[in-house]
């Protein structure tokens, strides 16, 4: 597996090495975690957008289920952070499991019915009624697992698989699979693919990561209300740097984000206002004149994109 | 009580479809899913509120100025935009980001264009409306007030909004199926292709169902100030998500299916509110994902493709 291991040491290990060491020449840690969890979420997204075709509106639903499931693990049974955050994404992926049904929707309404359910779960989550269990809208504070320094590397850990899974699906066998049945599912499926299987284990991958990403934001932040971590921005944004950078590939979603997110602190946080602008008509100007992304620009001009 | 939400229902679900009613037009028609329906409908809730304050103008005639005002808006913006979305490999979930794009910018336009304070349009103004026609009828003068239906109180307002929002689904009827021009916009909606093969002009006549699209949202955004509550520029989103659970439970690109999803939602919503307000936001979200688990395609879906 040549091509693997090229993409492994060519993009995997400069961005997680950078990243580590980055904390130590910039204060701003904060920023430096936000980029982690954007570049994975962007690339969990990738896998069930770019490799599938279906765009899950409700993306943010896993993100806000790992943080949530990470939270109450810590709260009710004060169990260590590891474990809660295994809970975390155990609770995005049965969340995924219990979405399955959806895939018999196609294309806007699985998108909408999708982020329908993440609604649900937020409104379910901040329920006043449920304040014993959840906290409902007065949000959550986990100041006894709080260690930065920890859930930092952490959460550069579950980056580092999530890349390692999104070049294992760019070179591989089923990642091969799962761009066929994006393609075209019927001749995918007459071609000895079993449609059904692929397209939900992408599912339940790109569920994983989102809860993972999600749990250990919770460590990290530890004190945040439900809004937060089911903030349909987390979506959005995800989706504008996937295809900004260019879907299905394994550059592309980490170049959307440090261009665009990069971007975002520079101007948006002083005038935030002025930066949707410019980012609302980046998004349209994209979507006309590159709708495959940056990194289809660069195969017009004869370069391989990873 | 019950009497009253199923009441309440009704005029709410007449809005609502109203609400849905251009979103789905266009996905009808063009295929694609305009994500910035409820900022068009913002927009339109600001235009009535200048209309009101700068103008006095009555909500009831800025209805026409907005409809008309959108029209000429939406010809050049389809022309801008849709063409070139369609040659795309994938249109429909382009869609999606364009219009997301599109709905980022206006929000963000009429965010530093008027700020982000709440705007509303005082509600006797609709009363004045209903309390003008009532003394056209009676031949005297009648105080604007609350409205009597069926033994229940209503704010006039809602009776208003609902009334108007019926007329316009009835006018849409008729401009789908009693006019030249819906009979062309029908022969998109069913099939692009063959209709560009029978010679039908699709461009122009989606144009001009991009323009009633908007403009049925502007329509809408006259009402929303006293549907809706307070206006400011952020409300757009939540209005397209509210836009697109009626869409969808009604059946996605089948205009009168609207009706169906609008009423349905507004009667749950209002039954919902009275008998058990906790998890009344709950329920559009709920209602959606179940109604799409049971007839994937909407309630209306398969029977409008066959006939």
């Known amino acids: ?306 | 009580m019950l009497t009253y939400s199923l009441l309440a229902g009704l005029l709410f679900g007449l809005y609502f479809t109203l609400i849905g009613l251009g979103l789905n037009l266009v996905f009808g028609v063009m295929r694609i899913v305009n994500l910035a329906h409820g900022d068009f409908l913002m927009l339109g809730a600001f235009l009535a509120f200048w209309l009101s304050t700068l103008f006095a103008i009555n909500p009831v005639p800025a209805v026409v100025i907005a409809f008309v005002g959108f029209v000429i808006v939406g010809w050049p913006l389809y022309y801008l935009l849709v063409p070139r979305l369609l040659r795309a490999k994938d249109p429909e979930m382009l869609s999606f980001i364009l219009f997301f794009g599109l709905s980022q910018v206006i929000e963000a336009g009429t965010t530093i264009a008027f700020g982000t304070s709440e705007r509303s349009i005082p509600g006797n103004q609709l009363g004045q409306a209903i309390a003008t026609v009532e003394s056209l009828f009676a031949g005297h003068p009648v105080e604007s007030g609350p409205v009597d239906l069926f033994g229940q109180t209503f704010p006039a307002s809602w009776v208003v909004s609902g009334i108007a929002s019926g007329a316009a689904v009835l006018l849409v009827y008729v401009y789908l199926y009693r006019t030249r021009l819906g009979y062309l916009t029908r022969a998109v909606m069913d099939n692009r292709e063959e209709a560009v093969a029978a010679g039908i002009d699709v461009h122009r006549v989606s144009a001009a169902a991009f323009g009633v699209g908007l403009g049925l949202a502007a329509v809408a955004g006259v009402f929303a100030p006293f549907m809706l509550g307070s206006i400011t520029p952020a409300i757009g989103a939540e209005v397209t998500i509210t836009a697109f659970a009626v869409i969808v439970i009604g059946s996605l690109g089948n205009p009168l299916g609207t009706v169906l999803g609008g009423v349905i939602y507004g009667v749950s919503y209002m039954l919902m509110q009275s008998y058990y307000s906790a998890w009344a936001n709950i329920l559009p979200d709920v209602l959606l994902i179940a109604i799409l688990l049971v007839r994937p395609s909407g309630l209306l879906g398969r029977q409008v493709r066959r006939a």
């Open chain 1, 1 to 306: 597996m040549p091509r693997i291991a090229r993409d492994l040491s060519l993009i995997l290990l400069p961005v997680v090495a950078a990243f580590a060491i980055l904390p130590s020449l910039y204060s701003n840690h904060l920023l430096l975690f936000n980029f982690i969890i954007f570049i994975t979420l962007a690339q969990g997204l990738n896998i069930i957008y770019g490799f599938t075709g279906y765009l899950p509106f409700g993306y943010v639903g896993f993100f806000g289920a790992g943080a949530y499931g990470f939270s109450l693990m810590v709260i009710h049974l004060q169990s260590p952070p590891l474990v809660a955050l295994a809970v975390g994404a155990a609770a995005a992926v049965t969340l995924a499991v219990l979405l399955t049904p959806l895939f018999r929707l196609s294309g806007a309404y699985f998108s909408i019915a999708n982020l329908a359910a993440a609604l649900t779960v937020l409104q379910v989550v901040s329920n006043p009624n449920l304040e014993d269990i959840t906290k409902g809208p007065y949000g959550i504070t986990l100041s006894g697992v709080f260690n930065p320094a920890l859930s930092y590397g952490t959460a550069l850990a579950i980056l580092a698989a999530t890349l390692a899974l999104v070049i294992y699906l760019r070179h591989s066998h089923f990642g091969m699979a799962l761009r066929a049945i994006r393609e075209d599912p019927i001749s995918a499926g007459m071609a000895g693919i079993n449609v059904v299987r692929e397209r939900i284990i992408a599912w339940l991958l790109s569920a994983l990561v989102a809860g993972l990403a999600g749990g250990v934001f919770a460590w990290y932040v530890s004190v945040f209300y439900p809004e937060t971590v089911f903030s349909v921005e987390f979506t959005i944004f995800s989706i504008v740097f996937v295809l900004f950078g260019g879907s299905a590939t394994v550059v592309g979603p980490i170049l959307g984000v440090i261009v665009l997110y990069g971007i975002y602190n520079a101007v948006g946080i002083s005038t935030p206002q002025y930066f949707q602008l410019i980012y609302g008509a980046l998004i349209m100007g994209l979507v006309l004149f590159l709708p495959n992304g940056l990194a289809s620009l660069l195969q017009r001009w004869g370069i391989h994109v990873p």
